[in-house]
């Protein structure tokens, strides 16, 4: 197993500095990651970091609460892609959501992937957020705005990727859409559960422990 093409190697605090996006990127180039996950105003400095490299740049909208309005979270993506941005992860508008307003939030998520101009397009549904029944309501509205992947949280919220949501997302989408890990997956044995479980990337900010520990084990 290539563990280090499932990790989006990922750094979106605020306090986020240029010293602190550039090891990231370093890291990354190192580790071989998939991606490094930042904020939208580094992209286009990683892109230039990364550009000798095989890794991605991945980039957050309407991060973290989901709230911003959709033609905010439009601008935002097409921004990112001009930047250099090669995948979005995008938050769902949580509160429409519960309120049953699915029209509205797959109108909110079909403009990002519109936006996003072929790339690829990742919608976190804060799982920690969501009742069982929203969690698969989310799954079916993702797949007909026409996005690529259920993402599971933030790590902003009160918590983040379990295996039973990964389980349960995967029984809804099946091999239609792909599923991204996220949040509080911090070991390598959280990895693989994760994995097994059906997710084919993981957003985690201890991408270089988790290899450690895998090369150790190999």
């Not at 892609?81 to 992860?89: L, R, S, T």
């Not at 309120?99 to 990742?122: H, P, Q, R, T, Y």
């Amino acid at each position: 197993m290539e563990l280090n093409k499932y990790i989006d190697h990922t750094l979106l605090k605020p306090e986020s500095s240029r010293k602190q996006i550039k090891k990231l990127c370093d890291e990354a180039i190192k580790f071989n990651f998939k991606s490094v996950c930042i904020n939208p105003y580094w992209v286009s400095y990683a892109k230039e970091l990364l550009k000798s490299s095989d890794v991605i740049v991945c980039t957050v909208i309407g991060f973290p609460l989901g709230a911003n309005t959709t033609g905010l979270k439009a601008f935002e993506t097409r921004q990112a892609i001009e930047n250099g941005a090669d995948e979005i992860d995008m938050v769902i508008n949580v509160g429409l959501l519960k309120n049953k307003e699915f029209d509205l939030v797959e109108k909110d998520i079909k403009e990002v992937v519109n936006s996003a101009k072929g790339k690829c397009v990742k919608v976190i549904i804060e799982t920690c957020l969501l009742e069982k029944d929203e969690i698969i309501d989310a799954c079916k509205i993702i797949e007909r705005a026409g996005a690529d992947f259920v993402k599971t949280s933030t790590g902003f919220n009160s918590g983040g990727a379990t295996v039973e949501d990964i389980e349960l997302i995967k029984s809804v989408v099946g091999d239609r859409l792909f599923i991204k890990a996220s949040g509080g997956i911090r070991d390598l044995n959280t990895a693989e559960k994760m994995i097994d479980a059906g997710a084919l990337r993981l957003g985690v900010s201890a991408g270089v422990d988790i290899m450690m520990e895998f090369k150790n084990e190999h």
